[in-house]
């Protein structure tokens, strides 16, 4: 052999046609022992360096400062590369005598943590995009360490606890919607509402992009929804006329493709027969996008449909009246629809329908997370 070469397992080389298969195995494992014996010397490194330097605190029970070493307590650490043994430093307080850890906080380590960040991330991705217990199965086969199914849900919960949504939205245009998810003690469930903003995002790909911001998520009552409208104050909020937000300070949109949706269920109400209703709908998806004439032809329409006997759909539409064209005669509307926001419904009815019942808090965790990092780019 040549100076600096060295020695491969012959194991390597048995099977026939596998040997990169092979090779990387051998060399993955020796990488992630090395990474474990570098983690734990680089870790005692900066522990001796800072208590050296006078980094050693004081004790918590008497606050005394007059420390000694007392030698180094193990520890464990879960990883996606497998389990660390890490060693923390112990001091004894001169004064009463106390045993303790004093670089607990400043090497991040607290007593409670038994898993990295990194791993609970990678745990976190797959549990609010799959089930639990898949999450936990996938983990265990992508990595070299578990995670149980109760302990990513855990996980999430904490994570779901500690996101605060942002306070501001300048002169963005706002977007609201619920949902139903199978969730709590109803029969139908209990409602999701979302909202969101949205702006045009740059050109990628030769095709325009959506920027979209998480502004709120709950589950169940309303109320929440409708404190943080008040307390963000929007310039403009674009709604499909199921919330209640009459006395949200704001230039309110009617989505009109909710408009012309909607009104198909007040025309079979009023037994208006199967392809009239098309037609119906037809006319007023032309009215609601013609800027000149529009607002005239909506009240003529509604005229129309009363004279016909027609109240519920005149109704429905009669009540929209004053916020069907606020995005013509108010500008910074970005969008006049929630169509941004439907394709955020599209992935939340995936995730929350899963053939079972959820918790009522179960089930906003997982989404309050997806949405932060789907959205917001980050768990903070």
Same mark, same amino acid.
């Given at each position: 052999m040549l100076t600096g070469e060295h020695r491969l397992p012959e194991t390597i080389f048995a099977p026939e046609g596998n040997v990169v298969n092979r090779l990387f195995e051998v060399l993955l494992r020796d990488a992630d022992q090395a990474l474990a014996m570098m983690f734990s010397d680089t870790l005692k490194r900066i522990q001796n360096t800072w208590f050296a330097t006078g980094h050693r605190g004081s004790c918590p029970s008497c606050s005394c400062d007059l420390l000694i070493r007392k030698g180094w307590r193990n520890r464990v650490l879960k990883t996606s590369r497998g389990t660390l043994g890490v060693a923390v430093l112990q001091a004894k307080c001169k004064i009463c005598g106390r045993v303790f850890r004093p670089m607990n906080e400043l090497i991040g380590l607290p007593f409670a943590r038994r898993v990295l960040d990194e791993f609970i991330e990678k745990a976190i991705h797959l549990g609010i995009n799959l089930s639990f217990a898949k999450s936990a199965d996938l983990l265990k086969h992508l990595s070299s360490s578990t995670l149980s199914a109760e302990g990513i849900r855990n996980k999430i919960a904490q994570v779901a606890a500690s996101i605060e949504f942002s306070a501001n939205v300048d002169k963005a245009t706002v @977007?609201? $919607?619920?949902?139903?998810? !199978?969730?709590?003690? =109803?029969?139908?469930?209990?409602?999701?509402?979302?909202?969101?903003?949205?702006?045009?995002?740059?050109?990628?790909?030769?095709?325009s992009t959506i920027r979209k911001r998480l502004l709120h998520l709950s589950v169940g009552s309303e109320d929440p929804l409708n404190a943080r409208l008040r307390d963000l104050r929007p310039a403009h909020l674009v709604y499909d006329g199921g919330s209640h937000v009459g006395d949200i300070p704001a230039h309110k949109q009617r989505c009109r493709w909710h408009l012309v949706h909607q009104l198909k269920h007040y025309l079979w109400q009023d037994g208006v027969p199967f392809d009239l209703r098309g037609h119906c709908q037809e006319v007023l998806r032309?009215? @609601?996008? $013609?800027?000149?004439?529009? !607002?005239?032809?909506? =009240?003529?329409?509604?005229?129309e449909l009363a004279a016909l006997g027609l109240e519920k759909s005149a109704t429905h539409l009669r009540q929209a009246s004053n916020e069907a064209f606020t995005h013509y005669d108010q500008p910074g509307f970005a969008y006049s629809t929630t169509t941004p926001l439907e394709r955020e419904m599209r992935e939340l009815n995936r995730r929350a329908d899963v053939g079972a019942r959820w918790s009522v808090k179960g089930i906003e965790n997982v989404l309050k997370v997806l949405f932060q990092l789907r959205l917001n780019k980050s768990t903070a």
């Open positions: @977007l609201i $919607d619920s949902t139903k998810v !199978k969730a709590g003690n =109803k029969d139908r469930g209990a409602s999701v509402h979302l909202a969101i903003t949205a702006e045009q995002g740059p050109q990628q790909a030769g095709r032309h009215i @609601l996008w $013609d800027k000149k004439l529009g !607002k005239k032809r909506f =009240k003529h329409f509604i005229n």
